[in-house]
């Protein structure tokens, strides 16, 4: 098993609807979990950390967590073009000698079309 | 203010030669991290620095890998030998310490011929 797994894509969605992106991990005391957007040919973009149960909400983004399942998503609202990108989940583990050590997905390509 | 800083962004080298490649973090940033990012594929996680603790090599390939960081700020990510499998993206990261958001840099495009 993948210490974290998202969900296969491609994701595609038309603009104005909701994009929902998934991710589950394996280390169960994992702590900080975060979102990068990556747009093709440049580097991760953080635009979402999440760190307790529940949701958290960022202008169209909302990051939900529950620890319990060991389940993470990412929902984008009336997506636009400009979202189509590769979105990666990653997760900072409990501690030890993995502490800083950010376990990647293999990420999600989501287009959004006009 | 600025953000992570690389270079080169891109190098083009022949098997078996030496590169180094440069890393700028944020100011005030303790932790440091180096990736890999092969076509289409995700993060490899190679070395993380930590303040002036010893640091993390697990994710480095080989030997041939190398890193330092020199007074707590600048990384340089050494490869000697390089072989073709080597080429990839070169990706640096930067928090305020161990445990919070990275923020990358634009990374280096590495070439082996």
């Known amino acids: 098993q993948k210490e974290v797994e998202q969900n296969s894509g491609p994701l595609s969605v038309p603009e104005g609807a909701i994009a929902s992106l998934n991710c589950t991990y394996s280390?169960?005391?994992?702590?900080?979990f975060f979102w990068y957007r990556q747009y093709s040919g440049k580097s991760p973009e953080l635009i979402m950390s999440?760190?307790?149960?529940g949701d958290k909400e960022d202008g169209r983004f909302t990051a939900q967590l529950n620890k319990a399942s060991q389940y993470v998503s990412l929902l984008i609202r009336d997506s636009q073009p400009s979202d189509s990108a590769t979105y990666l989940c990653?997760?900072?583990?409990?501690?030890?000698?993995?502490?800083?050590?950010?376990?990647f997905g293999q990420g999600t390509i989501l287009t959004v079309h006009p | 203010g600025a953000g992570v800083s690389q270079s080169p962004s891109n190098k083009v080298t022949e098997k078996g030669k030496d590169v180094e490649l440069r890393c700028d973090p944020i100011s005030g940033h303790t932790a440091l991290y180096w990736y890999r990012q092969s076509l289409g594929q995700g993060l490899e996680f190679l070395i993380y620095?930590?303040?002036?603790?010893?640091?993390?090599k697990s994710g480095l390939p080989s030997d041939r890998f190398s890193a330092e960081r020199t007074g707590g700020s600048v990384s340089t990510l050494t490869i000697q030998r390089t072989q073709q499998e080597d080429s990839a993206v070169y990706l640096c990261?930067?928090?305020?310490?161990?445990?919070?958001?990275?923020?990358f840099g634009d990374g280096t495009r590495l070439s082996i011929l």
């Open positions: 990653a997760v900072h583990p409990a501690g030890g000698t993995s502490y800083g050590k950010l376990t």
């Open positions: 999440i760190y307790s149960n």
């Open positions: 990261a930067s928090s305020l310490e161990g445990s919070q958001p990275q923020h």
């Open positions: 280390d169960r005391g994992s702590q900080s």
């Open positions: 620095f930590q303040g002036n603790s010893a640091p993390d």
